[in-house]
């Protein structure tokens, strides 16, 4: 078995974020035992991309339901 087949279970904890917040303002807990360094490396990133378009997707997912009023 290549060690890029190899399986195994951890976590990824995101404590708290803002829809606005800045890319150095996130913190990843992982708990991957001897593997962290390797998810660090490489889901993180993905999951950074992902938690920063978190804004505009919140915004596209409501904005049918915000009315302005124009007199």
Known sequence: M???E???TGSITVPEFVHDQDETDYVFEIV???YTSQVRKSLVPVLLQKLLKF???LITAHESDVQH???
């Open 32 to 34: 991957a035992d001897d």
């Open 55 to 57: 804004q505009n997707d």
């Open 69 to 71: 009023q124009t007199d």
């Open 2 to 4: 290549k060690d890029s």
């Open 6 to 8: 190899k399986s195994f």
